[in-house]
Each structure stands twice: as C-alpha cells, then as structure tokens.
C-alpha cells in the first residue's frame, strides 16, 4: 500500500515554465518533507512543513501543507534547467513508529 | 563536512558473496535509517534505530539482511547471498529525534552480476 501518491510521475516542461506537484495522502502526517534526487545521489532536502495550512517559500518554489494534514504541493515558478530532478515528499505520520514514508516521486525535465 | 558519510558509494559484487555498507550520521543524530532505492522509484523504508536500538524492520529486509548499530554512532548493513534483485542505491539517512528533518547520506549503489 503507497501512502503518499505524488502527481504527476514525470513532467517535462520548457524554460520559463510554472509547474505544480502533488502530493496526497489519505493518513494525517505530523510533518511533511520535500526532498531534490539528482541521479546516483542521495536525496538533498528542501523544505519541512509542520502546520496545517502553512505556506514556505525557497525562491523560486513555494510548499504548501494542506490543512488537514494529509496532503502537500510544490509550486515552482519560471522553472530553470537546473530543477530538473526526482522531486520526492516524505512524510512522517502522527501514530506509532517515527519513520519517514515516500512518496512516489515527480521527475521533472526542464528544457533550455 | 558533517553530513551523512556513506562508504563504498558503488559496489558490484557477484551473486552469491556477502557485502557490508557503512554508515556514519551527522554527529549527535540518535535516529539513523536504512532505506532501499531501486530505479525511478522513491526511496523504502529498511530499518530504523534510535541509538543503539533497532526499533523497527521492513518486511522488506529478509533474513540475509542485518544492521547494527553497536555503539549508537555508525551503522552497518549486511546482506548475505546476495541475489540479482538486491541490486538497488542503499541510502542512509540520520536525524536528531523522530520528528526532525531526515538528511540523507549519497547512497551505496549496489550492482550484483
């Protein structure tokens, strides 16, 4: 059973570009992680959301934890080349073990 | 650096011999995770310890796989009778406490021929 789905599983996109990814759930997570994976590397965190609702930006991309916990977006705008990457989200659930659950990951091309 | 230090970051080892990881977490890290990572998927959770405790284990990691964390510092993973499908990036990742950030290490590719 994958408790996180992220959508969509690839994107190729031009220059200049906005982009949207998901990530949903139907379990409540305490905390959610957005993680950048460039191939044969481990995966570089971005960003931790922790409250329903919150919005955090890092230039150019913007997170965002739904209210109730159970789901997440990545908005990046005038995407670059150099976001090309797997784009993953990892949450940590508010019952029981403390481990971190992946989501299924976003590839994402940006074409120059 | 202080981050997470992983070593070998390749390995390719026939069918059959036993391989061992190590891993060592960002100091004062008292939880320290093994995941799996095979192609285009995200990563799978292995086994998880706070200190020198191994509080959890993937159904995923049979009897030929093992972790240590003997002294609550670094950590090994051992697979024995490696098998085709072992073949995947290791990745080990590290944090202060069981809601905190997780930082990765790069990963051991492991390739079994």
């Known amino acids: 059973t994958q408790l996180l789905e992220q959508s969509p599983q690839f994107l190729s996109i031009q220059e200049g570009e906005n982009l949207t990814v998901y990530c949903n759930s139907s379990?409540?997570?305490?905390?959610l992680q957005w993680y950048r994976q460039e191939p044969g590397e481990g995966p570089v965190l971005l960003v931790t959301?922790?409250?329903?609702?919150e919005v955090k930006k890092l230039k150019r991309l913007t997170f965002q934890f739904g209210d109730a916990r159970k789901d997440s977006s990545l908005h990046i705008t005038a995407a670059q080349p150099g976001d090309t990457g797997l784009y993953l989200c990892?949450?940590?659930?508010?019952?029981?073990?403390?481990?971190?659950?992946f989501g299924t990951g976003t590839r994402l091309k940006v074409l120059a | 650096d202080t981050g997470v230090s992983q070593n070998p970051r390749h390995k390719i080892t026939k069918r059959g011999q036993n391989v061992t990881f190590r891993c060592d977490p960002i100091?004062?890290?008292?939880?320290l995770y093994w995941y799996r990572q095979t192609l285009g998927q995200g990563p799978e959770f292995l086994t998880y310890?706070?200190?020198?405790?191994?509080?959890?284990k993937s159904r995923l990691l049979s009897d030929r796989f093992s972790a240590e964390r003997p002294k609550g510092s670094f950590s090994t993973l051992e697979i024995q009778r490696t098998e085709q499908g072992d073949s995947a990036m290791y990745l080990c990742?590290?944090?202060?406490?069981?809601?905190?950030?997780?930082?990765f290490g790069q990963g051991t590719r492991l390739t079994v021929v």
């Open positions: 990742a590290s944090s202060l406490d069981g809601n905190a950030e997780a930082f």
């Open positions: 379990s409540v997570f305490s905390s």
């Open positions: 959301v922790v409250t329903g609702g």
């Open positions: 990892a949450g940590v659930k508010t019952s029981g073990t403390y481990k971190y659950i």
């Open positions: 100091s004062e890290h008292n939880r």
């Open positions: 310890f706070q200190n020198e405790a191994q509080l959890e």
